[in-house]
């Protein structure tokens, strides 16, 4: 990949870069003030709160003495506790030694195994929550589909016969009954794949038979960051009214044009705005996940399909949205664990691990489709994140866990000698993991 190709033509490298940034701070703040607020309330004194490494930029001291920095390489933090002889909360057995009791219990290192265990895993858990309510708070924003479904808006169409309008309840279509929105797709599904189907629908109180075009149209409702369709110029709103020359109906059409292309380029024909022009791209190999954990390749070109229509909705109570990010915050865990075993075990390939560059290229993508794409990317990579710091690897969260857990059972922490040993592993395991990710955005996956 020439690294000109890291450009993406939707705002610039800045552009890219500064969404990085952004994302990668919101993660490392809310992680880190886990570790910072959790610590303090078990009794333990931070000396230093960083957002980032090297220089720093700003500064300023509590009324606790804790000095609160902006540094000037946004690349991580660090919570440095009382006690710590660094920012990777090394033990400075010296300067703890000469400490009277009271002020040894304000110590990481002093105070007792739960306040450890407390702190250390504070960071993750706080990831967790960050994105819980992050989905939460989207899906109160956007709210769900009021049943009986009924019309909100009408996306402009290519050459449909159209006589649905706003406010209409959609009670049946074709001669059948519409159910929920739960199990609209489902529905959906076993209707004909027609430019036309007939509804029944309640307007002004009354109940009318009127035509309509088919509920999943060839529509672009979304476009995936990194994919065949963004870099052709899809966007979201288009219309594929062709695919090779063939008349496509359905969303369905497309998926299974894409499916059946074996990699090979797709000619279409793109409506957006009342203009049809031509485009031409080539699906791409993907690894997609399965309701059973399993993975399955297909070709894709990135697109998501959505209703010719916006239904009205109304908003969740606080509960149930809690309840679907709970859901959905799990199953990124799921779909994380179930990945990693399927890379380690050689069914699916590597190049589904991203690296900074893959990232940052994926948050400036997510921040160019608007405030709520880049938002819900944000909680995406902050589960990530909180999964990845579970890990049992000496130097993240999981591996001084497993060190807490190991004390419980031997009523001892491990010596200073193997724990610099493993520290040292473990180091040398992130680094090498970081070059293999760097090495697979630059070179091996572009």
């Not at 065949?228 to 497309?254: C, K, P, W």
Request: charged residues 15%; proline residues 7%.
């Amino acid at each position: 990949m020439e690294i000109l190709g890291l450009i993406p033509t939707f705002g610039g490298f800045a552009y890219t870069v500064g969404a990085f940034v952004i994302a990668l701070s919101v993660i490392v703040a809310v992680h880190e003030y886990g570790h910072y607020i959790v610590g303090r309330w078990c009794g333990i004194h931070a000396e230093v709160f960083s957002l980032g490494f090297g220089p720093r930029l700003f500064t300023w001291r509590d009324k606790r003495g804790t000095l609160w920095q902006i540094a000037a390489l946004p690349l991580g933090g660090y919570v440095k506790f009382l006690g710590d002889a660094d920012a990777a909360s090394s033990v400075d057995g010296s300067a703890i030694a000469r400490m009277d009791p009271k002020m040894q219990r304000r110590t990481m290192h002093a105070a007792p195994l739960w306040a450890r265990a407390c702190t250390v895993a504070a960071g993750p858990i706080f990831n967790f929550a960050l994105s819980i309510m992050v989905f939460a708070l989207v899906v109160m924003w956007q709210g769900r589909a009021q049943e009986p479904l009924t019309i909100s808006d009408i996306t402009p169409m290519p050459e449909s016969v159209q006589e649905l309008e706003p406010g209409d309840r959609i009670l049946e279509i074709h001669n059948r009954t519409v159910p929920g929105f739960d199990g609209f797709s489902a529905f959906v599904d076993e209707l004909p794949r027609s430019p036309e189907l007939d509804y029944t629908v309640l307007r002004d109180g009354q109940e009318i038979d009127v035509i309509g075009p088919y509920p999943y149209p060839p529509l672009v409702s979304g476009v995936s960051p990194q994919s065949a369709a963004m870099d052709a110029g899809l966007e979201q709103g288009d219309f594929i009214t062709q695919v090779n020359g063939t008349r496509i109906s359905s969303f369905e059409d497309l998926r299974s044009a894409v499916m059946v292309s074996g990699g090979a380029p797709l000619d279409l024909e793109v409506w957006r705005n009342g203009e049809t022009f031509p485009m031409t791209l080539t699906p791409r190999s993907a690894d997609v996940p399965l309701p059973d954990g399993g993975f399955e390749q297909r070709y894709l070109i990135g697109v998501t399909g959505g209703l010719f229509f916006s239904p009205v909705t109304e908003m969740p109570g606080p509960f149930a949205a809690l309840a679907i990010g709970v859901e959905q915050t799990g199953y990124i865990v799921r779909q994380s664990l179930s990945g990693l075993y399927h890379m380690i075990t050689g069914a699916i390939s590597t190049c589904n691990l991203s690296g900074p560059v893959g990232i940052a290229e994926t948050s400036g993508a997510a921040a160019s489709q608007g405030l709520a794409s880049f938002v819900w990317f944000i909680a995406v990579l902050s589960t990530a994140v909180g999964l990845m710091n579970l890990f049992p690897v000496p130097v993240l969260d999981g591996g001084h866990l497993v060190f807490h857990a190991y004390e419980a059972v031997t009523g001892k922490p491990p010596s200073d000698k193997a724990l610099q040993v493993l520290m040292a592993g473990g180091l040398a395991a992130i680094i090498m993991l970081m070059v293999f990710a760097v090495t697979n955005d630059l070179f091996l996956c572009p």
